[in-house]
């Protein structure tokens, strides 16, 4: 088992190695760039805003019903929303939602291009095929990966405001109050500084399983799977040693 690790890691290490380099053409560089900007972070932006709006009502709703009572102010509920919404469920859980469908896009890709040999025909033609195929992937996520944190907490502020103004459960004086009470900027540059670690992760992680694919479409599935899993656990390894540092 660690041998196998141990193996692994290395490949991994070694793949990176040849995906950090000065790209042949920098205009199929920049090119290849937007394209996965817009491939794997303009086309979830989606997702994140229904799913941190949805997020932000119910969470604000559960603090209003559970937790407040007589003894505490009314801005609590808006307050724990916002601290929720800032430090944890923008960065680090929508970073887990976005390494099962980026992740799997990206080792899926990657693994069908392996499988149909033409990562072999970029090999046979001289091109560095690590760093055409991956490196663009890499800095295309994380160049969008913190617009969609930002992103997520804004529509999860708007889904605290529905239930304030369509559900009644606080009134938005109070919300309004909670959210400002004792706002500290440093928490959302935490969110955003978290965020580069965990893009890096989902995109270089999910690379090597995708190109190191070996075998036909079963493998293809397997790898995506492994992507997942495997970023999804160094996301929640590395959030536990960031969260310690930055705060």
């Known amino acids: 088992m660690i041998i196998k690790f141990l193996t692994s890691f290395g490949r991994y290490l070694m793949l990176m190695g040849r995906t950090f380099g000065k790209p042949e053409r920098w205009r199929m560089f920049f090119k ?28 604000c709703i559960q ?6 009572s007589a003894w505490m102010p009314l801005w609590v509920s808006g307050y724990v929303t916002r601290e929720i919404l800032l430090l944890e469920f ?22 069908t291009m392996r499988t149909s040999q033409q990562i072999d025909a970029l090999e046979i033609m001289g091109v560095n095929s690590a760093n055409y195929l991956i490196l663009p992937k890499i800095l295309g996520l994380v160049t969008v990966i913190p617009l ?4 997520s907490t804004v529509s999860g502020f708007l889904g605290a405001y529905a ?34 670690f965990f893009a890096f992760i989902i995109a270089s992680v999910s690379s090597f399983f995708g190109y190191t694919v070996e075998g036909g479409s079963v493998e293809v599935g397997k790898a995506s799977t492994n992507a997942v899993v495997s970023s999804s656990m160094l996301i929640l390894f590395s959030d536990l040693f960031l969260t310690q540092m930055l705060s």
């Open 90 to 111: 923008s960065s680090s859980i929508m970073c887990l939602i976005l390494a099962g469908k980026v992740g799997s896009n990206i080792a899926s890709e990657l693994g």
């Open 32 to 59: 290849q760039y937007v394209k996965e900007m817009a491939q794997l972070g303009v086309d979830s932006i989606g997702i994140v805003l229904l799913i941190s709006f949805f997020i932000g009502a119910v969470i």
């Open 163 to 196: 239930t304030a103004y369509i559900g009644h459960i606080i009134t938005p004086s109070d919300l309004t109050q909670g959210l400002q009470h004792d706002f500290q900027l440093w928490f959302l540059w935490m969110g955003v500084i978290k965020s580069l």
């Open 148 to 151: 969609l944190v930002t992103f």
């Open 63 to 68: 603090i209003k019903l559970n937790i407040q």
